[in-house]
């Protein structure tokens, strides 16, 4: 079992920053593909940034690329989200997910509880 805990989320406005944390309660944290998603009001969620075991491989999606940058540290049993250059299209819940398997694909048993990131226009 992994319990994982964002905090960081807040209100900027357009073209601020903002960085999200993330902490793991789990003694197997670097074993873990590391992710974050983002869910906007009346919309499903959706994927943002993956993250392998050694922070080796890194995927963005194409509205973040650019302007978001996912990292880690295993010793910390920490990831974090920096985003940049924030628009009113990045309003959303942000979650926290660990996953294994392929990292072009991998499979995400948990999740945090979310923190809200409102970018004001």
């Known amino acids: 079992q992994v319990q994982l805990k964002e905090s960081g989320g807040g209100t900027v406005q357009t073209g601020g920053s903002l960085r999200l944390s993330c902490a793991a309660d789990?003694?197997?944290?670097?074993?873990?593909?590391m992710a974050w998603f983002r869910q906007a009001p009346g919309q499903e969620r959706e994927f943002v940034a993956a993250l392998s075991w050694n922070g080796a491989s890194k995927y963005y999606a194409d509205p973040v690329k650019g302007r978001f940058t996912i990292s880690r540290d295993n010793a910390k049993n920490m990831v974090y989200l920096q985003m940049n250059s924030l628009k009113p299209e990045d309003t959303a819940v942000y979650y926290c997910?660990?996953?294994?398997?392929?990292?072009?694909?991998?499979?995400?048993?948990?999740w945090g509880q979310g923190t809200q990131v409102t970018v004001s226009s």
């Open positions: 997910a660990a996953g294994w398997g392929d990292i072009a694909n991998p499979k995400y048993d948990y």
């Open positions: 789990t003694r197997t944290f670097d074993v873990y593909i």
